[in-house]
Each structure stands twice: as C-alpha cells, then as structure tokens.
C-alpha cells in the first residue's frame, strides 16, 4: 500500500468521490453537487492508494474564529490503518481557529473523541432536505 494525501481537488475523480461517499453510507447526495462543496472549501484533504481514491475529508471556515470539518470518509476496507487520523490531522493542522465543530453520528463520536472533539450542548442545526441532492422534493398538490 503507497499511501499519500492531497489537499488538492484537481486530479480528483468526481465519480470516485461519490463512490467513496455512497459506500460509506453517506449517499444521497448528487454527484455535482459533492465535487463542488469540496471545489469550495477551505481545506481539502484526499487519501489515495496508488492513484485509487480511499479517504478524503473538507473544512469550511472563516480563516479567523470559526471552522467546521464535514464528510470525512475512508472505504470500509481501509478503515481502521490510519487514514481517517491522518485526514483529520491534516485538516486539523491547516484551521488555525479557536472553534472548530463537526457533525459525528453516534458510532463515530468515539474516534473524533480521541482527536480531542467533544459534545457541545449549544449546537443546533436547521435543515433543509429539498438542498441536499439538488433534486427538487415532490409535494403533494
């Protein structure tokens, strides 16, 4: 295995950045849309086996005072070597800001735990389902 990262987009498959994405069960998204919330990032980090797309992860942030890290992911099969710590070191070490956030489903938060994350009470979210694929929701009429 010859691993190395990229905080680099070009060169960056978008259909494997979907494939990375949907295997990881974190679909639903369009595969435009993906490319282009990494296209605009702060900071992007990408792992890669050879020229094979295995992990990447993103941050948006004011460069100042606030970040937030979003969609780490690493295949299944390479999960548990590292790569997700590296990813998230990288990125870590690129957010030179006093708050950094990120959303964790409950059987990640033990790993972003050992990363130095902790819950934070006053965090709250709105959402809007219809912007997350860009495909418009059907409504009954």
Not at 52 to 75: K, M, T, W
Not at 76 to 84: D, R, S
Not at 86 to 108: F, H, P, Q, T, Y
Request: glycine share 10%; hydrophobic share 40%.
């Amino acid at each position: 295995m010859q691993m190395t990262f990229s905080h680099q987009i070009s060169g960056v498959d978008p259909d494997a950045l979907l494939q990375l994405f949907t295997r990881n069960q974190m679909g639903g998204r369009s595969r435009d849309k993906l490319y282009r919330a990494f296209e605009n990032s702060y900071l992007v980090c990408f792992a890669f086996d050879g020229d094979y797309l295995v992990g990447a992860g993103r941050a948006i942030s004011d460069g100042e005072y606030h970040a937030g890290i979003y969609d780490v992911a690493v295949l299944p099969e390479y999960q548990g070597q590292g790569i997700g710590r590296e990813i998230m070191s990288r990125l870590l070490n690129g957010l030179k800001v006093w708050r950094i956030v990120l959303v964790a489903d409950g059987d990640n938060q033990d790993f972003y735990r050992k990363l130095g994350f902790e819950n934070f009470e006053n965090v709250m979210a709105k959402f809007n389902p219809q912007f997350l694929t860009g495909i418009p929701l059907q409504t009954d009429a």
